[in-house]
């Protein structure tokens, strides 16, 4: 299956998924997602979704 991302999409379907079913705090999860660049109110609108 081809996932078509926005160009400037920072998370992928894994990465979401991944941050959905944590159970850790947002701002551990945006620290170990340095590499993706993610934000605390990422993890939190995504773990929200």
Not at 22 to 46: N, R
């Amino acid at each position: 299956m081809l996932i078509s991302l926005h160009k400037n999409a920072r998370t992928t379907p894994a990465v979401r998924a991944e941050i959905a079913a944590s159970q850790e705090s947002a701002s551990i999860l945006s620290w170990h997602s340095a590499t993706v660049c993610i934000t605390e109110q990422t993890v939190y609108k995504w773990k929200k979704r």
